[in-house]
């Protein structure tokens, strides 16, 4: 059974400081992972989708790297902004077959001006 | 594009009453599924439909939750009866068929449900 944690739960940076939040996962037969962010009463927003054949996915100022063997994954946000501040969700997807996500709890970012 | 909507954002029952979620996926996407995260925790699946079938509702709580997805376009999720515990966040998905190598799932603003 998948378990995804992320830690910690919540992380203040000032304003344009680089920075990592981390995800953990327990099953490394993982087939993508995808990185969302969610803005207090919205949805969640797709960032990036990592396939398990890929090591790391860039878009913008974001960086997402998987590394199936250690159950790792990062998301780098680099030159951090006031609007970056969210709550940041990894989620994986167990095996080809099996659809369903499974998340963490998030990290609570908040980019301090 | 339109992306996946979901009626109503809010919803505020009593206990024992019946409610029914609805969403829409984006237009084209087979794969639909439906989340949940209730106060202080993760958000968990429920359940996931191909087109009109229901595919793996190995998330479903318990048989008050009836899920539907007729004509494989909208789908709805009832509770009935509504108990306390039911009270959370109720997110829908959609993806383009699985395989095609764009599996992104693409999430509606959720159902904030509150049962009193």
């Known amino acids: 059974k998948q378990e995804v944690t992320q830690i910690p739960a919540a992380l203040s940076v000032p304003e344009g400081e680089n920075l990592v939040l981390n995800c953990s996962f327990t099953d490394s037969a993982i087939y993508n992972l995808q990185w969302f962010r969610q803005d207090p009463g919205k949805g969640l927003t797709s960032l990036l989708l990592i396939q398990s054949s890929q090591r790391e996915q860039t878009s913008g100022r974001l960086n997402a790297s998987l590394d199936k063997s250690s159950g790792r994954s990062t998301l780098y946000i680099a030159a951090s902004q006031p609007g970056d501040s969210a709550t940041y969700l990894c989620?994986?997807?167990?095996?080809?077959?099996?659809?369903?996500?499974?998340f963490g709890t998030g990290t609570r970012l908040t980019i301090i001006p | 594009e339109a992306g996946v909507t979901q009626f109503p954002s809010h919803s505020v029952i009593e206990k024992g009453q019946t409610v029914t979620l609805r969403c829409d996926p984006i237009s084209g996407h087979d794969n639909l599924y439906w989340y949940r995260r209730v106060m202080g925790k993760e958000i968990k699946f429920l359940l996931h439909f191909v087109k009109e079938s229901k595919q793996d509702e190995s998330g479903m709580p318990n048989n008050r939750f009836l899920a539907e997805r007729t004509g494989g376009t909208y789908s709805t999720l009832k509770v009935q009866p509504a108990e306390l515990e039911d009270s959370g966040v109720y997110f829908c998905?959609?993806?383009?068929?699985f395989g095609s190598g764009v599996e992104t799932q693409y999430f509606g603003p959720g159902t904030r449900l509150l049962v009193l």
């Open positions: 989620a994986g997807l167990s095996n080809f077959g099996n659809e369903k996500l499974t």
């Open positions: 998905a959609s993806s383009q068929v």
